[in-house]
């Protein structure tokens, strides 16, 4: 039996006193970089995409977030932007842009920003870094399981009673009201289609 508990006072792993195991979940927004958007290429000249004409290379690491709770959740994400380019002999500033979205559900985009990270190259170096953030605010009462899925995911079960080889998770009302109430704070750099087909074909 798995017994999941909605506030932030449970530990994960602990067993509770029914003998199953607390997972937390939490109804802040996670933050994550979809796949192939966490890396940029720069072309010279633009329409080439071999090796001898990259011009900046970038990505997106270090990726953070913090959440505060009110009758909003506000999730604030941190991230650091580290590019390489290929000729280091003027100084030189690049601007690349940056999206943040909000996700419910794993595929509904409910918000939607763009943004912009500036590099400064000085002359002679080949590399440059900076930090950008991006923001989020989730309605408390849509991130909130309903009490009745609630009661029905945490009731206590015993051996051998109707229920108890059922596993609450694989019900479709609890799983439909899990996703509902699921969001993420996805970044990534706001790519062109062309950009998107190089980073998943390279």
């Known amino acids: 039996m798995l017994a999941l508990a909605l506030g932030a006072c449970s530990n994960r792993g602990e067993i509770d006193s029914?003998?199953?195991i607390v997972a937390v979940r939490s109804a802040c927004p996670v933050a994550a970089i979809p796949?192939?958007?966490?890396?940029?290429?720069?072309?010279?000249?633009?329409?080439?995409?071999?090796?001898?004409?990259?011009d900046v290379v970038a990505n997106i690491?270090?990726?953070?977030?913090?959440?505060?709770?009110?009758?909003?959740?506000?999730?604030?994400?941190?991230f650091t932007v580290n590019a390489r380019r290929s000729d280091a002999s003027v100084a030189r500033q690049v601007?690349?842009?940056y999206f943040s979205a909000v996700v419910r559900g794993g595929n509904a985009v409910v918000a939607k920003r763009i943004g912009q990270v500036v590099l400064d190259f000085p002359a002679g170096q080949y590399r440059a870094s900076t930090t950008a953030k991006a923001g989020s605010y989730v309605?408390?009462?849509?991130?909130?399981?309903?009490?009745?899925?609630?009661?029905?995911?945490?009731q206590k079960r015993k051996a051998g009673d109707e229920d108890a080889a059922i596993?609450?998770?694989s019900?479709?009302?609890?799983?439909a009201a899990l996703q509902r109430t699921s969001f993420e704070l996805l970044v990534g750099f706001n790519l062109t289609q062309d950009q998107l087909r190089y980073n998943a074909t390279r």
């Not at 505060?68 to 959740?73: I, K, L, V, Y």
């Not at 309605?139 to 945490?154: E, S």
């Open 139 to 154: 309605d408390r009462t849509a991130a909130t399981l309903p009490a009745d899925i609630q009661r029905k995911i945490t």
């Open 18 to 20: 029914t003998g199953g």
């Open 171 to 175: 019900q479709p009302d609890v799983r």
């Open 35 to 54: 796949a192939q958007t966490g890396d940029i290429t720069l072309f010279s000249p633009a329409g080439r995409t071999d090796a001898a004409a990259i």
């Open 167 to 169: 596993d609450p998770f």
């Open 95 to 97: 601007t690349l842009p």
């Open 61 to 78: 690491t270090d990726l953070r977030s913090t959440c505060s709770e009110g009758a909003q959740f506000y999730s604030e994400a941190t």
